[in-house]
Nanobody, 114 residues
Framework: VQLQASGGGLVQAGESLALSCKGS????????MSWYRQAAGKERDLVAA???????NVADSVKGRFTISRDNVRRTTYLQMRMLKPEDTAVYYC?????????WGQGTEVTVSS
């Protein structure tokens, strides 16, 4: 199982950014997928998750601004981020689980300037 995240960058507050996470070496459609983020000096926190059946869970801190989705044909999960705030600055990681083990993408950095 391998996950390749992309799409991070430097944006100004109020702007949008879209992250992608492509899976390989896995039957993507059966995997629950999630996005986490880790700001400097803080723990890694769940941002949003989407199950294999399409059930979505979004953290309160980003609810209404971030949208998670998946395309099983493209083996990719997306995180659409709108109305970004400086406090959204972090390294964003995608994650999946398989047979009790967590698999993480390499992280993509998002910086939101005020």
């Amino acid at each position: 199982v391998q996950l390749q995240a992309s799409g991070g960058g430097l944006v100004q507050a109020g702007e949008s950014l879209a992250l992608s996470c492509k899976g390989s070496g896995m039957f993507f459609g059966i995997h629950n997928m999630s996005w986490y983020r880790q700001a400097a000096g803080k723990e890694r926190d769940l941002v949003a998750a989407i199950s294999s059946g399409g059930v979505i869970n979004v953290a309160d801190s980003v609810k209404g601004r971030f949208t998670i989705s998946r395309d099983n044909v493209r083996r990719t999960t997306y995180l659409q981020m709108r109305m970004l705030k400086p406090e959204d600055t972090a390294v964003y990681y995608c994650k999946t689980e398989y047979k009790g083990r967590n698999y993480w993408g390499q992280g993509t950095e998002v910086t939101v300037s005020s």
